[in-house]
């Protein structure tokens, strides 16, 4: 992977890079992918430091074991395309992560063609889970702990590296309204897997005289928030990929790197449950409204599952979570700003065999506040997994 680029001298905090992986399917000859981004602290550009490049699994686990890019000093997130979870599952569960079960109801339900997440406890997602596990190891030993809910202090400083679960059809979906999704093609059907479809939708113009709709997305997310003319050339380039091979990889490891952005600059938020067991997502703070209502009933709630915003300081290298409404765009303020750092797992709660790797597990810790949501229905999570 070439670095030449990123390498540049740069004045000191002027940029924020982020790494996105898509491990791809779950099987020896599939390929994996990765991306870097980088946000601009001044401009509020987001530009595009190394293009999605397919590569094979073995080249994605030496990638994250040696390359240099991960000791990178403007390196602070890795997002990746994955299932994961605090502790790593020796066995495939018998019950959904309480994250997978929500967005697995309603509208974001494949019956209602949402994005629909796929269940780890589902034996023909589960090999996917176990393709992460030893990426998120190499991870923790490169010192980017995973980002999740735990514990109940009132606040938390945003570590300074993280590695953040990210499911990119759901990171596209909520910026767009449901109606449209109704009416793209099955998923048996050429382009019919949902970020597949929306991707271009996004991040495509309809002619040269205006700009794609994801800019409108990211204004109203975060002010000044924009893409620079590099990144949308590469977005163009990732959606003019004909076949859903090997184009899925390179966009969904873009989409995923993206995510890391919008919450390093304060536009994302974390939706999951605590637990050894559980995962967090991130996702975009502000959703359409018609998603907004659907994470609002509370007949589709799932106890104990938050929403947190993230919220970075005035210093980009700290940040704080603070609960949010299940309302649109409603964000109520921090009313304490004190920030701490949780201590290091010991190695027995890492469990990730490895010595080396002990004590580098960090956990953000967020305000404990009384869920909103309601028991409901799990589903069956059997939809929409025959492509990966």
């Not at 023909?124 to 202090?153: F, I, S």
């Not at 076949?243 to 390093?264: C, D, K, W, Y």
């Not at 637990?275 to 007949?299: I, K």
């Not at 990730?352 to 069956?380: M, P, T, W």
Request: with cysteine.
């Amino acid at each position: 992977m070439t670095k030449k680029a990123m390498m540049t001298s740069r004045p000191p905090r002027t940029r924020t890079l982020v790494l996105g992986i898509d491990p791809g399917r779950a099987r020896p000859k599939g390929l994996a992918a990765s991306i870097v981004l980088s946000l601009d602290e001044v401009t509020r550009g987001i530009g595009v430091v190394q293009p999605a490049e397919p590569m094979s699994k073995a080249a994605l686990k030496a990638f994250l074991a040696d390359d240099p890019l991960l000791a990178h000093p403007e390196l602070r997130m890795v997002c990746l395309a994955a299932p994961l979870t605090p502790l790593p599952l020796e066995r495939r569960p018998w019950k959904a992560r309480a994250v997978e079960i929500r967005l697995a109801r309603g509208a974001f339900s494949s019956a209602e063609r949402g994005p629909h997440m796929p269940w780890i406890a589902n034996a023909k997602v589960w090999p996917r889970y176990e393709q992460a596990v030893p990426l998120l190891h190499a991870l923790v030993v490169r010192r980017y702990p995973l980002l999740t809910l735990t514990a109940v202090t009132p606040s938390s400083e945003f570590p300074h590296r993280c590695t953040a679960e990210v499911f990119p059809k759901a990171s596209l979906a909520v910026l767009a309204p449901r109606e449209p999704l109704r009416s793209r093609p099955l998923v048996t059907q050429f382009f019919g897997q949902l970020d597949d479809w929306l991707f271009p939708q996004l991040f495509t113009a309809s002619d040269t005289t205006t700009s794609p709709p994801i800019e409108a997305c990211l204004q109203s997310l975060s002010s000044c928030l924009h893409l620079d003319p590099g990144t949308l050339l590469e977005t163009q380039r990732i959606a003019r990929i004909r076949r859903p091979s090997p184009r899925r990889e390179p966009l969904r490891a873009f989409v995923a790197a993206l995510q890391g952005i919008l919450a390093l600059a304060g536009a994302g938020c974390l939706v999951g449950a605590t637990g050894d067991h559980e995962g967090s997502l991130l996702l975009p703070a502000s959703w359409h409204p018609d998603w907004e209502t659907e994470w609002s009933d509370g007949r589709r709630a799932v106890p104990k599952l938050q929403r947190i915003p993230v919220r970075p300081f005035t210093d980009p290298q700290v940040a704080t979570f603070a609960p949010l409404e299940q309302a649109p765009r409603a964000m109520e303020e921090s009313d304490r700003q004190t920030s701490g750092e949780s201590e290091a797992a010991s190695s027995e709660q890492l469990a990730l065999g490895a010595s080396e790797a002990r004590g580098l597990i960090q956990c953000i810790q967020v305000r404990n506040f009384k869920s909103v949501s309601k028991e409901g229905e799990d589903g069956n999570g059997l939809d929409e997994i025959q492509v990966g």
